[in-house]
């Protein structure tokens, strides 16, 4: 009877009667067959599977975080330093190409060209009688981080419940029927790996590994799986490589992963010893209290925020049907999906210790996947981590901010090696070794600013939480980073002298008036990027009363950096020569860096340079790859445009049918690049969120760009810088009806409102005047940027805005309402 009645429920939630009030699943009316983007991604932040839901042959996609090609390596070119000289002779005298040959044979790298994630297996069970089954469904609970699949077969329901436990490192599948002693299945592993063993030792199915060889750097991670069930009745029988269950009425598997990785120097673990540590911690516990505990240790981060946007009818179908009608229909309910997604892949695949979300989170099943799921720090990583702070996860910001530290250890090699600079750098790529060469070729690689940019993630932590301890570890990095620009910056000669990055390039484009060279000097992305080290290192040292010399010295040189361009058409310069073709439609959009995620472009600080990216923006058009649609978000809600920010959700939120053409989302709601990039849904996430709410131009600005067909909506849980948090937000016809922020730092907080609020005691609040007084809202003054004589730019049309200053004490919460 328990379970007909969990079977009428799991009925009643296909028909969208009894879900939950957010409606917070993904859920299906059919398998994922042979397809992996339509499998269902769950993970620890250390362990992960990919759960297909097919009913005869389940697969059950294995991945652990440090399962990597290759070993410890270092990838630096000594041949750099050497032809340093004469490249930025050729760029200086616009011989770009003939430059860009001699760094492809000086400066890209003779040996690796950067490792790859790879998968360790699939523990695959086969169900034999299966293949006509009726009233199947298969969701993803976010709220909970459980996949289910329900089937029914000859009359018996037969379910599987899958999670990734954040309280015990370990997966667990729970196997039911609805009569007794009729569930029966065999269970084995499979791998791509060219090293590999399988065995089944007592009763424990094993699987060991070691992985591959990749650009002369030999594999040495060796990886470890243990499967282990656990039945109420039945038997168990084994093969060498295979068990067997039959005639029990529940089984609960679990799944132990680990390598002897110990960091990117040290792989001296003992994987056996992990595994077998991790499986019996676990295995003695209940189903019931392993899912109660893996619950709360999920919902520990998840519940910090909730969205509501509305709901319509659209939400009684289908996850894969909403998304098909998403574009033509009023289907606000699955934008809060799609966020509170984006975060429930940031939960699952970032946890403090472990290693950073790459280039697809922690899921992957090919040995050699796309783009080596590497790190790639031109955008993609970064964008990984864009809703970290924001969206109230501080905490899985971790492993990020860990790795931008040790590049800032590996990078000084390269920097001096190859640069004969002090300080450190990294150029595009890097992997989990931290290598920190240039690869690929020098029309992607021989870029300069990875480590710079990496490196304000640090500062942007600090920011969020005010914590000075955390700030003081960082300041190492921060200081590197801006060291290694002091000695590598030139003067142009040809630009009154700038002091300009050279080479550099403006990652992955290339003006048509270079020869379909990528490389120049001083472009403005490179630039903007300087500008932002030298003012963080400048800020730290303040903070921390360090390096008053040092301090001095970045100010004169962060004077003679080259100032933003407007160029002929009205556009933001990508490079310092006029040169943008309006035609362009390039992914890339590298220069409108200073829009976002830097905060050097404003709407109410630097108009001239707001407008001119908004023409920029229009110039490159909307539809492009998944990723790079997802920091269009952003960029149209910082200009304060939710129409087009919408615009641009709608086609991310487009089905992906191919590995063709412009991006969109694959049916388990990935990010299609295409392929599966998952930095798009990270971007999303964080621009949805500065629809609702910014915190980088010198105020918390509420509603800056709500669409119009978000009239009404609420939310609740989001951070803004120095500490403030957005305990509650509501709107209602577009119009803001009440505010409750806690002030965890103290200080003074300053509101841009859309329309007049007042205090909860009725009193009418202080207009703001003057620059913010919170240290944590200081802003650097964007130099004022020259202007062609050709343009005809126009200062920018605003809505109107409130701008409230009120004193805030460390705990306290501040309520505002109509």
Same mark, same amino acid.
């Given at each position: ?111 690796? /060209? ?5 998968? !360790?297996? +699939? @523990?695959? =069970?086969?169900?034999? %009688?299966?293949?006509?089954?009726? #009233? ?56 791509? /790996? ?5 065995? !089944?030792? +007592? @009763?424990? =199915?094993?699987?060991? %590994?070691?992985?591959?060889?990749? #650009? ?603």
């Amino acid at each position: 009877m328990k379970h007909v009645f969990s079977f009428c429920l799991l009925l009643l939630t296909q028909f969208g009667y009894s879900q939950s009030s957010q409606n917070l699943k993904l859920w299906y009316k059919q398998p994922s067959g042979t397809k992996w983007e339509n499998a269902l991604p769950i993970g620890n932040g250390r362990q992960a599977a990919m759960i297909y839901g097919n009913v005869e042959k389940e697969i059950i996609q294995l991945n652990e975080h440090t399962v990597w090609s290759g070993s410890p390596n270092r990838n630096d070119n000594p041949e750099a330093l050497a032809a340093l000289p004469e490249i930025r002779k050729m760029i200086f005298e616009g011989n770009h190409k003939e430059a860009e040959k001699l760094a492809n044979k000086a400066i890209i790298t003779k040996k690796s /060209h950067g490792q790859m994630f790879q998968p !360790v297996g +699939n @523990l695959n =069970l086969s169900f034999e %009688g299966h293949q006509n089954y009726t #009233d199947y469904y298969r969701e993803l609970d976010i709220e909970k981080a459980i996949s289910t699949t329900s089937y029914v077969v000859n009359g018996i329901t037969y379910s599987r419940e899958a999670f990734a436990s954040f309280a015990d490192r370990v997966i667990v599948v729970r196997l039911t029927a609805s009569k007794a002693g009729s569930l029966a299945f065999t269970t084995n592993y499979s791998s791509p /790996h060219k090293i590999k063993k399988f065995s !089944v030792k +007592n @009763l424990d =199915l094993q699987i060991n %590994g070691t992985t591959s060889d990749q #650009d002369g750097v030999k594999g040495m991670v060796e990886f470890k799986g243990i499967t282990r069930i656990k039945l109420e009745g039945g038997k168990i029988a084994k093969t060498d490589t295979s068990l067997s269950i039959s005639e029990t009425t529940a089984a609960t598997i679990f799944i132990s992963i680990a390598s002897n990785f110990n960091n990117y120097h040290d792989i001296s673990g003992d994987e056996e010893k992990r595994a077998e540590d991790y499986m019996n911690k676990a295995f003695g516990k209940t189903f019931a209290n392993l899912k109660a505990e893996h619950i709360k240790g999920y919902q520990k981060y998840f519940n910090r925020v909730k969205l509501d946007l509305g709901t319509t009818d659209a939400t009684k179908l289908p996850t894969d049907e909403r998304l098909n009608n998403f574009r033509n229909t009023n289907d606000p309910q699955m934008v809060a999906l799609y966020y509170q997604f984006g975060r429930y892949l940031l939960i699952s695949s970032s946890q403090p210790g472990g290693q950073a979300a790459n280039l697809q989170g922690i899921w992957n099943n090919r040995l050699s996947p796309p783009w080596d799921s590497k790190y790639t720090i031109n955008i993609n990583a970064e964008m990984n981590y864009w809703p970290a702070e924001k969206t109230n996860l501080s905490e899985l910001h971790e492993p990020f901010l860990q790795m931008v530290k040790d590049l800032s250890i590996t990078g000084q090699q390269t920097a001096k090696d190859m640069y004969g600079a002090r300080g450190w750098m990294a150029h595009h790529n890097t992997d989990i070794w931290r290598a920190t060469g240039a690869i690929d070729g020098a029309f992607w690689g021989m870029w300069t600013a990875g480590g710079g940019w990496v490196s304000q993630h640090l500062w942007e932590h600090y920011l969020y939480t005010g914590d000075k301890a955390f700030l003081a570890s960082a300041y190492p990095a921060l200081k590197g980073a801006a060291q290694f620009y002091v000695d590598f910056l030139i003067p142009h000669p040809n630009k009154n002298n700038w002091l300009v990055v050279n080479p550099g390039n403006s990652p992955e484009n290339a003006p048509a008036a270079h020869d379909g060279s990528s490389l120049d000097a001083g472009v403005t992305m490179d630039n903007q990027i300087v500008f932002d080290v030298f003012n963080t290192a400048i800020r730290a040292a303040q903070i921390l009363k360090k390096d008053a010399s040092f301090i001095d010295t970045l100010r004169i040189m962060k004077a003679k950096l080259p100032p933003m361009h407007i160029g002929q058409h009205n556009q933001l310069q990508e490079w310092l020569d006029d040169i943008d073709d309006p035609n362009d439609k390039h992914r890339h959009i590298s220069h409108l860096y200073g829009l976002y995620p830097s905060n050097q472009i404003s709407a109410y600080r630097t108009p001239e340079l707001f407008e001119a990216s908004k023409n920029s923006l229009i110039y490159r058009g909307d539809v492009s790859t998944g990723w790079s649609m997802g920091w269009k978000v952003n960029w149209w809600a910082k200009l304060q445009d939710g129409n087009h920010a919408y615009k641009l959700i709608q086609n991310q939120l487009t089905p992906i049918g191919n590995e063709r053409g412009a991006g969109g989302t694959y049916n388990n709601l990935f990010d299609a690049h295409p392929p599966f990039q998952i930095d798009g849904n990270f971007g999303c996430t964080s621009g949805i969120t500065e629809m609702l709410m910014q915190s980088d131009d010198g105020a918390i600005h509420l509603l800056p760009a709500l669409p119009d067909v978000w009239p009404s909506g609420s939310i609740s849980g989001l951070k803004a810088r120095g500490g403030f948090e957005i305990m509650e937000m509501v709107w209602k016809d577009s119009k803001l009806i009440k505010l409750v922020v806690k002030s965890s730092l103290g200080g003074n907080l300053r509101l841009r409102l859309p329309n007049d609020l007042k205090l909860a005691n009725g009193a009418t609040l202080k207009e703001a005047k003057g620059e913010n007084s919170n240290p944590f809202y200081f802003l650097n003054e964007t130099a004022k940027p020259i202007i062609s004589e050709k343009a005809s730019i126009k200062a920018p049309t605003l809505a109107a805005t409130k701008l409230y200053d009120i004193a805030t004490q460390k705990g306290q919460i501040i309520t505002l309402s109509l």
